[in-house]
């Protein structure tokens, strides 16, 4: 039988965010094929509807990533994308689903270290956790 | 109307087909829906291969274009002009990073990879069919006038710097003092309210008695420190002490102070009003120094908790102390005293004999600069943030040191945080010159992706007006909320946050943003 | 403002529980605006319980509507099909509207989604304080605008009382003593002998204490030649 793979999805900035996802590419980084990003001007315009409709569309875990809060290229960008992740996972256990699902993460441009340690974190979440409800996904 | 998309796909000179099979995603492109041509290129970012892709375009009208290639950043320029030359509006092109997202880092999985990329290649399909042109709009800037507050060592030297540029200088004075800088300068006057955004402000300033209305295309701001607004204890205690500046002019006009000279580093040591600042230290030993040579019988102490002689400081301080001038360090614990009743002895706790040392002064000077108090006012005019200390906050640091987030407001000196004049003129210089290149533009670019209200879902509830840091919602004629396009930068906060869900950003609308999400989840993980 | 929060999603959770079909209504007034039940909240909530749904294996069905004012039945009519097309009706508005659907339709089942709340002043956003209790008999002109019902603890009319120190309530430290706030408002309007006007014992019949109040303007009201449809039987 073939183990399901972990399905994650990640919302990152245009800027510093997607600056260190390049990064680490092109410094060699390998990290697991299981991610897929979605690319935002700003962590800021991510909605808690966003995160939320990943989950229901099939992602086991779902993480935003952004500048560094005192560096956002819009200023207060990711400070909005964190307080987002945030209400998301006060939700998400009020509901009897581990929070751990959802995750904000910061980076500056030339963090090439930084988008791998982050597929990895999640990946072993989604792993540990399976997908929601259990079972196959159709 | 349908969408009519090209599809390229770029083999990135080799390194794609190493790992991927590019004529499976070929194959995939041609049949997804509303793909008219699949074209295979060696490499995007050449200009010979791009002419084809417009010939192509042109050929068969396309409207819009899915590319699979490399960052964005990198290869977008070029991309962007050959489309538009071939009449497809650069909101209509569709930039995936496979190089980046996909074959560089998972070589050791090939078929993951593949999966991946047919992913993205069917969600950059799925996005672009829902995408719409948008144009960019500019507009002249109506004045060339920078309106530099504050005719101190910053302020001046950013207007020296400014007018370089062809920009005229109109500099803000609060008091009545006569100066010479390059531009006009308006005594007794201050900013009370501004309008408008980086490029054609409307400021409202008082001159004197009389209320002025002031077009400008950018904004420096110089107030400098809080000088004359010494508080604290030590301050209250001893009537006539004096901030470092103050010591400074009288050396500089040939006056002898009244010694010993004590010059401590903050009037008030406890710290419930003022932080120790330290950054004035370079001015403080040099005056320090300075002092000295010309007065070699006045005994000099300086008393603080924390020396930081940065740099070439640091021979400043070691001159003082062969000089003679007496340094004594102090910890909160044992914090200088002065008694009100006998405001001419200084008692401080030497922290590193342990002793406790009276003083006897003749002029007690302070080397920290508080905050200037006037900030408030200001920054609530042109609605630009403050640090926690009263001084006005700049954007990122490692981009902006001397711009606040606000486009086409500028900030240096001690109006930041306090600072040596010689780095508030550094300052000074820097804003003045970064202001000059914003005006002399002559207009300003907006538009494209950002945000717009849909005014019947807003509920007038003032979340985007308090979120957004460049002042682009405001509340309208309507009673509702509206974009002032020229300020939106594109950030989509506004968006992310509505409760009513009023506003939607052009090019990154939910509808976009949540199919290309939904397709990606779709696909073989 | 109306000011109110949402029910915690557990509470939520399990009131909805034994209906198959639910169906969520928002409103762009109040609650929208002090973030409780406008568009944005009732997509999320929709989302979030489809998600334990399909956590728990359950098959229940949700879907999220919003009207601009839903305590203006020419409002809730706009979604009268969604909503009887439920097997219940979760409102997300304050109880105002919560209770205008309920007595619209009253076969059919409607739960607050909210808890109602306080009248409440955005001190900053995020934060609200409640400033009235709405005691219908209002006398801040003589508090130097401040009123001693809502922010005195004890509502006094002649405080502070002997538990007032350091401008404190005595019944939290957090809290500040509407009087002493009150105090230094006068002294600056240079009002100050207003304080030593003992004011007498308060007629609560103006509040809810005097039961269920409506407010009417006679003038305002529709003659039965006006009225229109059935409400011109009625």
Redesign the interface.
């Known amino acids: 039988m073939v183990e399901r793979k972990p399905k994650i999805v990640g919302f990152c900035c245009e800027r510093h965010g997607m600056d260190a996802v390049v990064l680490s590419a092109r410094t060699g980084k390998q990290y697991d094929a299981s991610v897929r990003l979605v690319q935002v001007p700003c962590t800021g315009r991510v909605?808690?509807?966003h995160i939320?409709?990943a989950?229901?569309d099939g992602a086991d875990a779902v993480f935003v990533l952004g500048c560094l809060e005192k560096n956002c290229y819009y200023d207060t960008g990711s400070i909005e994308g964190r307080k987002r992740v945030g209400y998301?996972k006060q939700?998400?256990s009020?509901?009897?689903?581990e929070k751990e699902r959802i995750e904000m993460f910061n980076a500056a441009s030339s963090n090439a270290w930084a988008f791998p340690e982050a597929v990895g974190k999640m990946v072993e979440v989604a792993k540990k956790l399976g997908p929601?409800?259990g079972g196959e996904r159709q | 109307m349908k969408a009519k998309v090209q599809v390229v796909l770029c083999k990135c000179c080799t390194e794609m087909p190493t790992l991927l099979d590019m004529e499976r995603l070929a194959k995939v492109a041609a049949e997804s829906d509303n793909v008219l041509s699949v074209l295979t290129v060696e490499a995007v970012c050449d200009g010979k291969q791009l002419a084809e892709l417009v010939n192509d375009v042109k050929d068969k009208e396309l409207d819009r274009a899915v590319v699979l290639a490399c960052h964005k950043k990198d290869v977008s320029p070029a991309v962007l002009k050959a489309y538009r030359r071939a009449g497809v509006n650069e909101f209509m092109v569709e930039l995936v990073n496979i190089r980046e997202e996909v074959v560089l880092p998972h070589q050791d999985e090939p078929e993951r990879a593949q999966a991946k990329a047919e992913s993205k290649l069917r969600a950059a399909l799925a996005r672009a069919r829902l995408l719409a042109p948008l144009e960019k709009q500019s507009e002249i800037m109506r004045t060339r006038n920078i309106v530099v507050i504050g005719a101190g060592v910053s302020g001046q030297a950013a207007a020296r710097e400014a007018v370089k540029s062809g920009a005229h200088a109109i500099l803000l004075e609060k008091t009545g003092k006569s100066l010479k800088a390059p531009g006009v300068i308006l005594p007794n006057s201050t900013l009370v309210g501004a309008e408008g955004y980086g490029g054609n402000f409307k400021l409202k300033i008082r001159a004197g008695e009389k209320i002025e209305v002031l077009e400008a295309a950018a904004v420096v701001l110089a107030t400098g420190g809080g000088w004359t607004q010494l508080k604290g204890p030590l301050a209250k205690a001893v009537k006539d002490a004096m901030p470092l500046y103050k010591l400074y002019e009288q050396l500089q006009a040939g006056a002898v102070p009244r010694g010993p000279v004590v010059i401590v580093d903050t009037p008030d040591p406890a710290g419930k009003t003022l932080k120790v600042q330290d950054y004035a230290w370079d001015d403080t030993l040099e005056t320090a120094v300075e002092l000295k040579k010309r007065h070699p019988d006045i005994q000099i102490w300086i008393v603080f908790q924390e020396m930081r002689a940065f740099g070439l400081s640091e021979l400043a301080y070691k001159e003082a102390a062969e000089m003679g001038i007496k340094f004594i360090r102090y910890d909160k614990a044992g914090a200088p005293k002065i008694d009100p009743k006998n405001p001419t002895s200084i008692a401080v706790k030497d922290f590193s004999q342990g002793e406790l040392v009276n003083i006897d002064f003749g002029s007690l000077v302070f080397a920290s600069i508080p905050s200037n108090p006037d900030n408030e006012g200001i920054a609530e005019a042109l609605r630009i943030p403050m640090t926690a200390e009263g001084g006005v906050r700049r954007g990122s640091i490692q981009r902006w040191p001397v711009t606040t987030p606000k486009p086409g407001v500028f900030v240096c000196g001690s109006a930041l945080f306090p600072k040596s004049r010689e780095i508030a003129t550094s300052e000074g210089e820097a804003a003045g010159a970064m202001a000059g290149e914003f005006v002399k533009k002559g207009t300003i670019e907006f538009g494209g992706a950002v945000a717009e209200v849909e005014q019947e879902?807003c509920?007038?509830?003032?979340?985007c007006v308090?979120?957004c840091p460049y002042e682009a919602p405001f509340i309208g004629k309507a009673g509702k909320a509206e974009i002032r396009i020229q300020g939106c930068q594109g950030c989509g906060m506004c968006v992310g946050i509505?409760?009513?869900?009023a506003i939607e950003l052009h090019h990154y609308t939910d509808e976009q943003v949540m199919t290309e999400t939904r397709t990606l989840l779709g696909g073989d993980f | 403002m109306i000011v109110a929060k949402r029910k915690?999603?557990?509470e939520i959770?399990e009131m909805l529980a034994p209906y198959k079909k639910v169906t969520v209504v928002g409103c762009?007034?109040c609650v929208?605006?002090c973030?409780a039940g406008?568009?944005?909240?009732v997509?999320?909530l929709v989302?979030?319980?489809?998600?334990?749904a399909?956590?728990?294996?359950r098959k229940q069905q949700f879907d999220g509507f919003?009207v601009e004012r839903q305590c203006e039945k020419e409002w809730v009519t706009e979604v009268e099909e969604k909503v009887l097309d439920s097997d219940v009706t979760l409102s997300m508005a304050c109880s105002l509207g919560a209770q205008t659907i309920g007595d619209m339709y009253p076969k059919h089942l409607t739960f607050p989604g909210l808890n109602t709340g306080i009248f409440g002043v955005p001190e900053e956003?995020g934060v609200w304080s409640e400033k009235c209790v709405g005691c219908g008999n209002c006398i801040i002109h003589t508090t130097g605008g401040i009123c001693p019902i809502a922010r005195c603890a004890k509502s006094m009319l002649n405080g502070p009382c002997g538990g007032s120190a350091n401008r404190k309530c005595e019944v939290n430290l957090d809290v500040d003593c509407a009087w002493a706030a009150i105090y230094d408002r006068l002294k600056i309007q240079n009002r100050l002998d207003l304080i030593e006007q003992v004011t007498p014992a308060k007629d609560w019949s103006t509040s809810h204490a005097g039961g269920r109040r409506t407010y009417v303007r006679e003038d305002a009201r529709l003659t039965p030649h006006q009225k229109k449809g059935k409400e011109a039987v009625q």
């Open positions: 909605d808690g509807i939320l409709q989950l229901e998301v939700m998400l009020e509901v009897g689903i929601i409800g | 879902k509920s007038a509830c003032l979340t308090r979120t509505c409760p009513s869900k | 915690p999603l557990t959770a762009r007034s929208a605006i973030l406008g568009e944005k909240e997509k999320m989302s979030a319980l489809k998600l334990k399909k956590k728990e294996g919003v956003q």
